[in-house]
């Protein structure tokens, strides 16, 4: 398999489920920057020109979400459980992606990647909308923590990996993540796992 990645938000999930699984998995670092994502070559391979994608034989696959699973499936591992525990898992996906991640992603996006990218300033409008909006649905995840140390079930699934995604970032991005103390207490049970603090291959600065 190979995992085209690079240093940002999407290919994180992506990185640190292949390093928590050890999949056997080449790394191929794209330096956006450098419009690497948008070649002909890759965009054969991801018509969207995001990263990541995972390629396995003859079957390519983008979407960070399904790429977590791919992962589980080809390592026989349980992150992805062949039971009803898949369905819970796919909420959390859908809402992630609707809800939580998709405001904390703002939150990710106007303070590191404008900055890193040379972008311009972070907007106070689209930083005051999206922090409240996290407050909303981190409300959510919260009691939903109550009693509970991980997502879906009594065990680490995929749901950990996805819906965590922005939290690393929390400080620098502006999350208010220390107002909700289960979601904060949940990351820090996933800051446990090396291949979470440090999910990408050496090559690279992680931003
Ligand atoms: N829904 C996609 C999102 C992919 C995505 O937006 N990736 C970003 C990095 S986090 C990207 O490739 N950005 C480069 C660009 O849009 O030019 C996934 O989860 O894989």
């Given amino acids: 398999m190979k995992l085209y990645y690079s ?4 290919p994180r999930k992506a990185c640190a489920v292949a390093k928590y699984l050890q999949a056997p998995v080449e790394y191929v670092f794209l330096d956006l920057a450098r419009g690497q994502h948008r070649t002909p070559d890759y965009l054969a391979i991801n018509p969207n020109g995001k990263v990541p994608t995972l390629t396995d034989g003859e079957r390519t696959l983008w979407e960070a979400d399904a790429i977590i699973c791919h992962l589980a ?7 992805w459980p062949l039971d009803a525990r ?8 859908s809402w992630d992606l609707q ?3 998709r405001h904390a992603g703002v939150l990710y ?14 907007d106070p409008l689209a930083v005051a909308d999206a922090q409240q909006q996290f407050r909303r649905y981190a409300a959510v995840l919260d009691v939903h923590l109550q009693g509970r140390r991980w997502l879906v079930g009594d065990r680490l699934s995929v749901a950990d990996f ?3 995604v922005t939290l690393p970032y929390a400080e ?7 107002e909700f103390p289960r979601v904060r207490d949940w990351h820090g049970r996933l800051g446990e796992l090396e291949a979470w603090r440090e999910p990408f291959p050496d090559l690279v600065e992680t931003a």
């Fill in 99 to 101: 809800h939580f991640t």
């Fill in 109 to 122: 996006f106007e303070h590191i990647i404008k900055a890193r990218f040379g972008l311009g300033d972070p």
């Fill in 86 to 93: 898949q369905v819970e898992i796919v909420r959390w996906f």
């Fill in 172 to 178: 620098r991005a502006r999350i208010p993540l220390e």
């Fill in 7 to 10: 240093d940002v938000l999407s």
């Fill in 73 to 79: 499936l080809r390592t026989g591992s349980d992150l």
């Fill in 162 to 164: 996805a819906v965590a």
